[in-house]
C-alpha cells in the first residue's frame, strides 16, 4: 500500500511538471523551490521507490515506472539552480520538528547534485535573511526577464 502512495506522488509530481513545461514554452518563467533529480534516491526531490529494494513484482515494476517519470522530468534541465546550503545544525535550528541525522544526510549529499549539469550557484543559507533574499532575486532577475 505505502509504494502505491509513494507512486501516486511520483504521477502527482508529473502532472505537475508537465503543466509547468506547458507555461513555459507559453513564454512564462517558472520558479519553483524544488526540481526533479534521478542523482539520489529518497532525498531531494528523486524518485522514492527507488531507494530500497522491492519486496515483490508489483513494487518493483512501480519502482521502474516511477523512475522512467524522473527520467523524463530530469531530461529537461532548469535554467538555473539555486542551492541554498546550510549546515545540518542551523537546518535543524530552523525547523526543529526534522529529524537531525536526516538533516546531516541532506547536508551531505546536497553538494553532490548536479540537476544533470544545469548552471548551478550556491548561496550561504547561514547568511541573514534579507542578505539571502537579495543574491536570490539578483539571480533570478535575468533568468525572469530572459537576458541570462
Same mark, same amino acid.
Given at each position: 500500500?505505502?509504494?502505491?502512495?509513494?507512486?501516486?506522488?511520483? +504521477?502527482?509530481?508529473?502532472?505537475?511538471?508537465?503543466?509547468? @513545461?506547458?507555461?513555459?514554452?507559453?513564454?512564462?518563467?517558472?520558479?519553483?523551490?524544488?526540481?526533479?533529480?534521478?542523482?539520489?534516491?529518497?532525498?531531494?526531490?528523486?524518485?522514492?521507490?527507488? *531507494?530500497?529494494?522491492?519486496?515483490?513484482?508489483?513494487?518493483?515494476?512501480? *519502482?521502474?515506472?516511477?523512475?522512467?517519470?524522473? @527520467?523524463?522530468?530530469?531530461?529537461? =534541465? /532548469?535554467? +538555473?539552480?539555486?542551492?541554498?546550503?546550510?549546515?545540518?545544525?542551523?537546518?535543524?535550528?530552523? =525547523?526543529?520538528?526534522?529529524?537531525?541525522?536526516?538533516?546531516? *544526510?541532506?547536508?551531505?549529499?546536497? @553538494?553532490?547534485?548536479?540537476?544533470?549539469? *544545469?548552471?548551478?550557484?550556491?548561496?550561504?543559507?547561514?547568511? /541573514?535573511?534579507? @542578505?539571502? =533574499?537579495?543574491?536570490?532575486?539578483?539571480?533570478?532577475? /535575468?533568468?525572469?526577464?530572459?537576458?541570462?
Amino acid at each position: 500500500m505505502t509504494a502505491l502512495v509513494v507512486y501516486g506522488f511520483s +504521477l502527482l509530481r508529473y502532472r505537475r511538471f508537465l503543466k509547468m @513545461q506547458n507555461t513555459r514554452k507559453h513564454g512564462i518563467a517558472v520558479i519553483t523551490d524544488r526540481y526533479p533529480q534521478t542523482e539520489i534516491p529518497a532525498f531531494h526531490d528523486g524518485p522514492g521507490l527507488s *531507494a530500497g529494494r522491492p519486496g515483490n513484482r508489483l513494487v518493483a515494476a512501480l *519502482a521502474r515506472s516511477e523512475l522512467r517519470l524522473y @527520467q523524463k522530468m530530469t531530461a529537461i =534541465k /532548469p535554467n +538555473l539552480v539555486i542551492r541554498l546550503d546550510v549546515d545540518p545544525q542551523t537546518a535543524f535550528s530552523r =525547523k526543529p520538528d526534522h529529524d537531525l541525522a536526516t538533516l546531516i *544526510a541532506k547536508a551531505a549529499t546536497t @553538494q553532490k547534485l548536479t540537476f544533470g549539469g *544545469a548552471p548551478i550557484v550556491t548561496i550561504d543559507a547561514r547568511s /541573514p535573511y534579507e @542578505q539571502v =533574499k537579495k543574491e536570490v532575486m539578483r539571480l533570478c532577475c /535575468p533568468v525572469i526577464l530572459g537576458t541570462s
